[in-house]
């Protein structure tokens, strides 16, 4: 899929300060697991969705080629791409000015806990000084134009509690340990001060773990997922994991976007936890993921030192009362719901694997 980089035509931008038709909303993550779940979410609700995208050598746009509309094609066109990045103040400041959005979601991340380990610099600059440079783009947006309806959404983390036992809600402290989180709090509280300062409609989101079938491969809930499929298949035997003691709150993100939205229609902007209030194992996760396919993990799953982290969040389970009262939030989908959604859509996605291993077109040793 191509992307777009012209100046956008359509929306309340472009009409002479008529009544806008529609809302426009910008995601900054857009090709993110919940970038694409967000972006079918508010197109069903009628919104024009602008998403900004990074260069990359291949393309990155997977998870939302399959609402993708010719920008040509004008008239239908209602998600519209844009090259920008989270390190490039210039870029964000830029579109804005011609995006003109009602809603800006930042999705946007180096999202992987343990690889902040190993690149903590560029976590810091992306997640913390990122959100900085998103807000500051809101305010001085803001300041020039004078369109003070324009609302935030801060997509933080549960990981942000790291060791402070659970239930975990907005009151509790925050002692995070990872460079990742250590930057999710940064985030957090970049967000908080421009809603003090400037009076910026801007939410913090504090989400729990949310997986689906679009999860990043290498979390660990689609690393079970994709390896219980390609083993029921046939295409591979073992499975290398870290800690299978840690638990985590795991829902599904489909149902979370809504969440996200839901924040920016309130009449005041505040901070909220999204989470399902039950903590799964990762081992309690195998024996659902293996077992409804009648293997049993411990026939495959092999210890590798290599993916335990230098500090772990051993638990966390998020009280999601507040949101389930104002924002009127609830889970739609459970963990075993969860799991066995994610193994279908993987043992569909091995058998087609399978097609291309047995064509000559795969090697079946090549593992996500
Ligand atoms: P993903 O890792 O799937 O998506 C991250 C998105 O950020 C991708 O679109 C990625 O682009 C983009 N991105 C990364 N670096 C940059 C950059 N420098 N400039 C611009 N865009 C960039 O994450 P999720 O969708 O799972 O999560 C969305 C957000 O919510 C993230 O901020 C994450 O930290 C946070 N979060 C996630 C939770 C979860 O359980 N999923 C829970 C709590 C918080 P590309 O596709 O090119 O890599
Ligand atoms: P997490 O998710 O760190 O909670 O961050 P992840 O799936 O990476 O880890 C969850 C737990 O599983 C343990 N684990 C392994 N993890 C991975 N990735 N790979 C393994 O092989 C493995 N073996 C065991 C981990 O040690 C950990 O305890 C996710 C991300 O989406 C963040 O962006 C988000 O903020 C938080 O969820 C909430």
């Known amino acids: 899929m191509a992307s777009e980089n012209e100046t956008p035509k359509s929306g309340s931008s472009s009409n002479g300060g008529e009544t806008p038709k529609h809302k426009i909303a910008l995601i900054a993550g857009i090709t993110g697991q919940d970038g694409s779940y967000l972006t079918e979410f508010l197109l069903e609700k009628g919104y024009e969705v602008h998403g900004l995208i990074r260069r990359s050598s291949n393309f ?41 959005p009602d809603e800006v979601y930042n999705l946007a991340a ?3 806990v343990a690889v902040s380990f190993e690149i903590p610099d560029y976590t810091a600059d992306v997640v913390a000084t990122g959100a900085l440079r998103l807000l500051e783009a809101v ?11 324009i609302k935030y959404y801060q997509a933080g983390s549960s990981e942000m509690f790291g060791s402070t036992p659970p239930p975990q809600s907005e009151t509790t402290p925050f002692h995070p340990r990872s460079p990742y989180a250590a930057s999710k ?15 910026l409609f801007a939410c913090n989101g504090i989400l729990f773990n949310h997986e689906s079938p679009r999860r990043g491969e290498n979390f660990v809930t689609r690393k079970i997922t994709r390896a219980v499929g390609r083993i029921k298949i046939g295409l591979q035997s ?27 229609q309130q009449e005041k902007p505040d901070d909220y936890v999204v989470a399902t209030e039950e903590s799964h194992s990762v081992e309690e996760f195998l024996e659902v993921a293996f077992g409804y396919v009648g293997l049993n993990w411990r026939d495959h799953v092999v210890i590798d030192k290599r993916y335990f982290r230098p500090a772990e969040v051993d638990n966390l389970k998020g009280d999601s009362s507040k949101a389930r009262k104002v924002l009127g939030w609830k889970p739609k989908v459970g963990f075993e719901q969860l799991v066995k959604m994610m193994v279908d859509e993987d043992v569909e996605l091995a058998k087609r694997e399978k097609v291309l291993v047995d064509a000559g077109y795969m090697d079946a040793q090549q593992q996500p």
């Open 139 to 149: 305010r001085s947006h803001i300041a020039t134009t004078g369109r003070s309806h």
């Open 238 to 264: 073992k499975l290398f994991l870290g800690n299978l003691v840690a638990s985590r709150d795991w829902g599904f993100a489909g149902d979370y976007v809504e969440a996200m939205w839901l924040m920016l």
């Open 110 to 112: 180096q999202s992987h």
């Open 185 to 199: 709090c940064a985030a957090h509280w970049y967000t908080v001060n421009y809603r003090e300062a400037y009076g």
């Open 60 to 100: 990155n746009t997977q998870r939302i080629n399959h609402i993708y509309i010719d920008p040509h094609n004008s008239q239908k066109a209602r998600m519209k791409l844009h090259y920008a990045d989270l390190t490039d103040a210039s870029s964000l400041r830029r579109w804005f000015d011609s995006i003109l």
